[in-house]
């Protein structure tokens, strides 16, 4: 995922699964969603561990500062209600 980001762009993991993306230098929706193509495109890419190969997919949950709240835990929430609206629409996708 880091490769599909650029170096202003911060990736941390959350737990498990799941991780968190900050795009200090995103301008639009559209730059937004072209990074979210750009992550799902590198999870798709062939995973090799121990000679089994790994179909990765993943659904991204999509929020912005300050449209979606005020703070970093409404933010959160948002992109997190964003994420299982990702899930319905059947997976391997993302929700702004």
Excluded at 16 to 41: M, N
Aim: proline share 4%.
């Amino acid at each position: 995922m880091r490769r599909a980001l650029r170096k202003s762009d911060t990736l941390s993991r959350l737990g498990g699964d799941e991780f968190t993306v900050v795009l200090p230098e995103a301008e639009t929706e559209q730059d937004v969603s072209e990074i979210a193509e750009r992550i799902l495109e590198s999870i798709h890419l062939p995973m090799n561990i121990q000679q089994h190969e790994l179909d990765l997919t993943a659904s991204i949950g999509i929020a912005f500062y300050p449209k979606d709240g005020p703070d970093y835990d409404e933010v959160f929430k948002a992109a997190d209600s964003n994420l299982y609206k990702a899930k319905e629409l059947g997976k391997d996708t993302f929700k702004l």
